[in-house]
């Protein structure tokens, strides 16, 4: 088994669709999706995007990948890097994939000089759970997540 993990192109927006489709789905939110191709390629690739996503294939077949972004944290006054996403196909679980993807962002935020590496993970998804505490990270539990979105969003930002 060969992994390689590698930056999406542009060329790779109906795969990074389909497998952020599979996210959701695993993530118990089928319909949750609303990003359509041309988003995904504006957001990820366009001039000035500022999200980016890596694919990791095995023997030259993507099965997974990772969304992720560079944030800010002013107590280190260094930039973060933030996992927004990362997924691998049933099959090929278990098999090192989500490894590499973590391994490869975490060597990104060092290269980049980042002082942080986060990423949230849903509180019934034991598996990621253990996963993440396996490879060293730690939870926050004295933060909870809030968000805006939608409606509420719009009314708010109007007053």
């Not at 497998?19 to 990820?44: G, M, W």
């Not at 500022?50 to 990772?66: S, W």
């Not at 990104?108 to 996963?131: H, K, M, T, Y």
Request: aromatic share 12%.
């Amino acid at each position: 088994m060969s992994l390689q993990i590698r930056p999406a192109t542009r060329a790779d927006v109906p795969l990074l669709r389909e497998l952020i489709q599979a996210l959701a789905e695993y993530e118990r939110e089928p319909d949750a999706v609303k990003a359509s191709e041309a988003d995904l390629a504006r957001s990820l690739f366009d001039e000035g995007a500022t999200a980016h996503a890596v694919i990791c294939e095995q023997d030259g077949v993507a099965v997974g990948f990772a969304v992720y972004f560079f944030n800010y944290s002013t107590w280190l006054g260094r930039n973060g890097l933030y996992l927004e996403d990362l997924f691998v196909r049933p099959h090929a679980r278990g098999q090192g994939a989500g490894l590499a993807l973590l391994r490869y962002l975490a060597r990104l935020a060092v290269e980049q000089g980042c002082g942080r590496f986060e990423w949230s993970v849903l509180d019934w998804n034991q598996p990621a759970i253990d996963f993440y505490r396996a490879a060293g990270a730690r939870p926050m539990d004295q933060w909870t997540v809030y968000r805006m979105d939608g409606q509420a969003l719009a009314d708010f930002a109007r007053g």
